[in-house]
């Protein structure tokens, strides 16, 4: 931090003393040099320090430090970690009849593919043998693999939520809900015995009764909790003031019909209408899984930024730097170096990135959150990032989407695809 990381004083002093052969000068010298040049700089830099810290601080602004983490539960195991809450609540009901009584009118199996993207891909558009028996005749059906779309219907509520409270949307990191896939099993008759799904050579990838969860938890805010509704002729508006709790990082407001507009103002939320309404409201906690020393699963993924001076600054002050050493703050501040690294940014017209096969395009899909392929436009210029991947994990690809998406919001005037590289160029 500050000027001493370039120049290292303490080494400047002691390389001039042992110029000086004189005792007398080198006496001399040492007082000056080091009494005075090194101590001042340390001086300097301690102050330095202490204003970096006190401007950081004050660019803080804790509705935009939260963090949104996932990871996968085994349903077997029955674990429940404290601040996780299962994204789809569909995969905690199945012990409920009335629930186990439409599973089998759907017959659908959820299953985890933990492969890389691109075997993912293929799994998606391959078909699966599945065998039974229904009046003691061995039948055989073919199905093709659905991604389970229902995890990023609900990214897209909360996105859709965030969009609602005026708050700055970080993407979502779904590399692990994006491998969830649906076998439809509804051509399977009611009477069919002895049901086997063949992976084939997806077996080995293939993990069956486990469930994504994150640190978000669906709520309901009674409306004892809000003051009663002020009125100035037009509107009504509601205030909620926030509890002081340490395991909350941020709580969102649900839009329902007849809301004009939600509004955060440090601890309280504002809620305008055009009827005066004393219902309760649903929304979302959002837990700070790190407010405690606990050590935190290593398998967890989550948006969680490497905070910085310039990030902050340029959050407080809403303003937009587009060049290329901001996509390189923004893909730093991802924390994301154990799986890729950034090796260049290039940018082409609209027809000149046709070289790039389209199987080698990565593309920013973490933000869309419709069921299909993400379009990208063809009269728009390309930003092509490419990455070198750190790590054997085959969570590299996904990353490299996920890196992709988050420069893709602040450079909505292009069109972002990512390339990743299998080794360094040394």
Request: net charge negative.
């Amino acid at each position: 931090m500050g000027y001493l990381d370039e120049f290292d004083v303490k080494k400047y002093v002691k390389d001039r003393l042992s110029e000086i052969k004189d005792e007398d000068e080198y006496a001399l010298a040492k007082s000056v040099l080091y009494e005075g040049l090194y101590k001042m700089s340390e001086v300097f830099e301690e102050r330095f320090k202490t204003l970096y810290q006190k401007v950081y601080d004050e660019l803080e602004d804790r509705k935009e430090s939260y963090e949104i983490a996932i990871m996968l539960l085994s349903k077997k195991e029955k674990v429940f970690l404290k601040r996780f809450y299962p994204i789809s609540e569909e995969d905690v009901l199945e012990e409920n009849d009335a629930i186990e009584e439409k599973q089998r009118e759907n017959n659908v199996k959820a299953v985890y593919l933990n492969a890389t993207d691109s075997i993912c891909k293929n799994f998606s558009k391959d078909k699966l043998r599945v065998t039974f028996t229904k009046e003691r005749e061995q039948v055989e059906i073919f199905v093709k693999p659905k991604k389970a779309f229902r995890y990023r219907r609900e990214v897209a509520n909360l996105h859709e939520t965030f969009s609602h409270n005026g708050l700055i949307w970080d993407t979502v990191n779904t590399v692990y809900i994006d491998r969830f896939f649906d076998i439809d099993l509804s051509d399977i008759p009611d009477d069919a015995r002895g049901v086997e799904v063949d992976y084939g050579k997806y077996s080995d990838m293939i993990k069956e009764d486990i469930y994504p969860v994150w640190n978000i938890e669906k709520t309901i805010f009674k409306s004892s909790t809000f003051l009663s509704p002020s009125n100035d002729g037009l509107y009504y508006e509601r205030e909620m003031v926030l509890s002081k709790d340490k395991e909350v990082a941020l709580r969102l407001i649900a839009k329902t019909e007849g809301m004009v507009s939600i509004r955060h103002e440090d601890e309280r939320i504002f809620i305008k209408s055009y009827e005066e309404s004393y219902s309760d409201l649903t929304g979302y906690n959002i837990f700070d899984i790190r407010y405690t020393k606990e050590e935190l699963p290593i398998d967890l993924i989550s948006n969680k930024r490497k905070e910085n001076m310039i990030g902050r600054w340029e959050k407080n002050r809403n303003v937009k730097i587009h060049t290329k050493a901001e996509i390189e703050r923004i893909i730093e501040e991802l924390d994301i170096s154990e799986y890729i690294s950034l090796k260049s940014c290039e940018r082409f017209e609209a027809v000149e990135e046709q070289f790039l096969k389209e199987e080698d395009k990565i593309l920013p899909d973490m933000n869309s959150f419709f069921e299909g392929e993400i379009a990208i436009k063809k009269d728009s210029p390309k930003l092509i990032l490419r990455f070198l991947r750190n790590s054997d994990s085959n969570l590299c690809e996904g990353m490299v989407r996920y890196a992709v998406s988050q420069v893709d919001l602040g450079f909505d005037e292009y069109s972002c695809v990512g390339v990743l590289e299998n080794s360094y160029n040394l």
